[in-house]
């Protein structure tokens, strides 16, 4: 086997520029390992002025920094956040953190993100049935992919719910020439390790409201009012961001646009190897104002036509050493989940019994890219075989 396919192909392996250890040693010799200094001010900076925005806060995880937002953004115990069900849990999660209660809303099929329509819908419901309308309006933008961000935003200003962008996948991309993550009040971004940038872990949250985000580094410094001794008037949580993770950071700000391209060429390499096999589509952006960052290339199988599943695929991949991922599993269908809320249409689920995210780092080599496209097309081509021959006995 070729050397490069010796290692498991990941989903979305770290990729470092090589000028991160230049601001992760300076932190050092300046004796600033601690979770404030230089660095952390700069990678606030240079986030803030790639996504055109007025403020940033850097913090421990983008779970932390939504956590963070509800609380800014006044959700209290009993009230209702309207999630999108076709996320991560860490999306949820927080919203269950403050004894709230997520009302999942299901997507539309042209971006897999949250539908409008039934965001409307699910509104009037709410208001019919509890007599108050939700606090707010959790906006994901999956896989990289903006949401029907001008949908949302009517429907927002229609019943005036404020915005919360959870842009976690979704650094660099665009929706009609502004970034996700700063059209709402407040937007999160995600370093983790297999992000398109990473800080090992880390997050970050922005908006055009700069008391905002000083709110946000108020509370993730534990609160400590401004006295010599040390007095809290409101409970605060330790969230900020290490100044030797924002050194990583900074170094992968410096090729964030390279990744973004790199990521892009992929997503271009799986449709041309694919693009003769009738059953297998991709999520594809909807029109010219639409920008992804293609952060994961993910595709849809139609067993009736490929003559193999999405869970046959996987696992034929894993046995040659390609790392897959199911798309995720929607929050209503969630254990912990069920008792909340939801409006559906079936098409988050019907997304999740057909998806597969393929390997989509930048750090992917043409051969091992080949090497999956080639393991993909020997696996439908073998299964489609078998297929006949059943069919021609019978």
Known sequence: MNPELIDIIRLSSPHMSGNEMKYVIDAMERNQVFPLGQNVTDFEEALRTYTGTTACSCLSSGTAAIHLALIILGVQPGDEVLCSTFTFAASANPIVYLQAIPVFIDSEPSTWNMDPNLLRQAIHDRIRKTGKKPKLILLVHL????????????????????????????????????????YGEMGVYSFNGNKIITTSGGGALVSANKSLCNQATFLATQARDEAPHYQHSQIGYNYRLSNISAGIGLGQMQILDERIAKRRENNTFYREAFQNIEGLTFLTEPSPKYYSNYWLTTILINPKKIGITHQELYHHLKHHQIEARPLWKPMHLQPIFQPYPSYTTGVSESLFNQGLCLPSGSLMTNTQREYVAETIIKAITQAQTKTKALSTET
């Open 143 to 182: 896989y990289g992919m903006p949401a029907d961000i001008e949908g949302i935003i009517a429907v927002s200003n229609e019943f005036n719910i404020p915005i919360l962008e959870d842009a976690a996948e979704a650094l660099g991309s665009i929706y009609d020439g502004n970034h996700c993550g700063t």
